[in-house]
T-cell receptor, first 113, second 112 residues
Framework: AQSVTQLDSQVPVFEEAPVELRCNYS??????LFWYVQYPNQGLQLLLK??????LVESINGFEAEFNKSQTSFHLRKPSVHISDTAEYFC???????????FGTGTRLLVSP | DAEITQSPRHKITETGRQVTLACHQT?????MFWYRQDLGHGLRLIHY???????NKGEVSDGYSVSRSNTEDLPLTLESAASSQTSVYFC???????????FGEGSRLTVL
């Protein structure tokens, strides 16, 4: 079985500052990794994903995540955040043989002026 | 545009009543999922389906049931609502083995 740990329940940061949201996973087999974002009162949206190939993946709005197999991590980073990035971010893992996603407990990113 | 819709968006009910939350997708996806979202727990999988007439239990399936009679719909039924089932429920669908889920906007259920 797979599991995901997001140690930070909330990350406050000032606008234009860099941010890192941490995600560690546990699995005995190969996995796919994802970050989803949830804006207030909305459903989740896919932010970025790692399936194979380059371990550094990027989103269209400036976020990036790096798959680190040795550290079983998939941390999300952004060099300069905006107010509009305020949201809850969920890391998720899927065994490559299945279709179920297992989510972490989420990290609330709070960006203030 | 294809979409996934949930109804009702908000519902208040009483303990012991039967409740059904609807989920309808126009993506023509084979896979559909129901999650509940609770503070401190993230999203937990209730039931899922990989196609018509296929249903499977997730990690928190007790007290819930689903049926899949067509590709578009996966209604979630609470047979006898309990206060512990007060939550926000999300339906999602996906096309293949890629893990990319498309979510509805959620149904907030309060059980008094």
């Amino acid at each position: 079985a797979q599991s995901v740990t997001q140690l930070d329940s909330q990350v406050p940061v000032f606008e234009e500052a860099p941010v890192e949201l941490r995600c560690n996973y546990s699995s005995s087999v190969s996995v796919y990794l994802f970050w989803y974002v949830q804006y207030p009162n909305q459903g989740l949206q896919l932010l970025l994903k790692y399936l194979s190939g380059s371990t550094l993946v990027e989103s269209i709005n400036g976020f990036e995540a790096e798959f680190n197999k040795s550290q079983t991590s998939f941390h999300l980073r952004k060099p300069s955040v905006h107010i509009s990035d305020t949201a809850e971010y969920f890391c998720a893992v899927m065994n490559t043989g299945f279709q179920k996603l297992v989510f972490g407990t989420g990290t609330r990113l709070l960006v203030s002026p | 545009d294809a979409e996934i819709t949930q109804s009702p968006r908000h519902k208040i009910t009483e303990t012991g009543r039967q409740v059904t939350l609807a989920c309808h997708q126009t993506w023509n996806h084979n896979n559909m999922f129901w999650y509940r979202q609770d503070l401190g727990h993230g999203l937990r999988l209730i039931h899922y389906s990989y196609g018509v007439h296929d249903t499977n239990k997730g990690e928190v399936s007790d007290g819930y049931s689903v049926s899949r009679s067509n590709t578009e719909d996966l209604p979630l039924t609470l047979e006898s609502a309990a206060s512990s089932q007060t939550s926000v429920y999300f339906c999602a669908s996906s096309a293949s083995y890629t893990g990319e889920l498309f979510f509805g906007e959620g149904s907030r259920l309060t059980v008094l």
